[in-house]
């Protein structure tokens, strides 16, 4: 095959791919995705591979498959650092190679290297290449830039997986306030931002800091017209487990409601986020006693997962367990 149509051929399976798996149909992904990893390695200078190697490992990741996306991650990683020219680990020197004197060629480079160590559950090494990402883009475009604010992000998530609350919570105020100052205050992209700390605050136990930041983020949508959008939907889960959490259960339903029926109607009945929010409402008419109004969601849910991720998928194990003890609750 020649090197256009390989080229071709492989752009057109990742839009297949990419479409599959919006539409939560990973088991059907699977094999397109495998074959653009299997194209793309027949040339050992394809400068693809890599990225195939990375769809698929996060593919094989939100089905579960963890062992299977780490190898994938992995084999990617050695890649990315081959062309990099650095060793196992990023020392002091590799770094150098990576970003150079203000090389700000490296910088998408690297922030893909910092993801996959992150994905390959090397946080120390993502850190190391985010902290020195975030010291360029402070130095040559500002303390105030979007790229800035990305590099912030970035390290506070990394900071945030490595259990570091405190170390994360000034980054993600730093790239609120940049995002606030670029965009406004009214932005759907800050409502990102909102999202991020809102959600290290509920981690941290604060649950009275982080609703009035996932009430601004949900305000932002409702005014921004997003009423059926899987950002929408997302922020309605953040409130109403926020709600939850905090014993409101009547405050939580008509959320978790209104994020079920936006995600059917733009996912479709049988997409796992679908499944996923019956299984939110349906966990919630639990805890308020409503067992039988429960369980045919938890029905449902279950049936979505088997269906688009297996049967062994910890998800679906979840959703199992969840109804067997449902079940079990209704018999006593």
Do not use: W
């Not at 149509?5 to 149909?25: P, Y």
């Not at 999202?195 to 009275?208: F, V, Y």
């Not at 733009?266 to 019956?278: C, E, K, M, Q």
């Amino acid at each position: 095959m020649q090197v256009n149509e390989a080229k071709r051929r492989l752009h057109e399976i990742g839009e297949g791919v990419e479409a599959l798996c919006r539409a939560g149909k990973y088991l059907e992904a699977k094999p397109q995705a495998e074959e653009a990893v299997a194209l793309a390695e027949k040339d050992p200078e394809n400068m693809l591979t890599t990225s195939m190697l990375d769809r698929l490992a996060r593919l094989l990741q939100a089905m579960g498959d963890l062992k299977g996306a780490r190898s994938l991650f992995e084999r990617a990683l050695a890649l990315e650092k081959k062309a990099l020219g650095i060793g196992d680990s990023p020392s002091d020197s590799d770094l150098k190679k990576i970003f150079g004197p203000c090389r700000m060629d490296r910088e998408a480079s690297a922030d893909n290297l910092a993801s996959m160590l992150q994905a390959t559950g090397d946080f120390n090494g993502a850190r190391q290449i985010y902290e020195r990402n975030l010291a360029i883009r402070e130095r040559s475009l500002g303390p105030d830039n979007l790229q800035t604010e990305r590099s912030l992000t970035n390290l506070a998530s990394v900071l945030q997986a490595m259990g570091d609350f405190n170390g994360a919570r000034p980054l993600y105020e730093r790239a609120l306030a940049i995002r606030e100052k670029a965009m406004g205050a009214e932005d759907a992209t800050t409502a990102r931002s909102l999202d991020n700390l809102a959600a290290l605050l509920q981690a941290m136990g604060d649950l009275k800091g982080a609703r009035p930041l996932f009430e601004r983020a949900l305000a932002i949508r409702e005014k921004a017209q997003m009423r059926f959008h899987p950002e929408m939907a997302r922020s309605l889960n953040h409130l109403g487990s926020l709600l939850q959490a905090m014993g409101d259960f009547n405050g939580a339903r008509p959320l978790y409601e209104r994020a079920l029926a936006i995600y059917e109607a733009i996912l479709g009945p049988d997409h796992p986020g679908t499944a996923t929010s019956l299984s939110n409402l349906a966990a919630l008419l639990q805890a308020m006693g409503d067992l039988k109004g429960a369980r045919p969601l938890f029905e449902r849910a279950l049936a979505i997962k088997e269906k688009a991720l297996g049967l062994d998928h910890p998800d679906t194990v979840q959703v199992r367990n969840n109804l067997v003890a449902l079940v079990k609750a209704e018999g006593e």
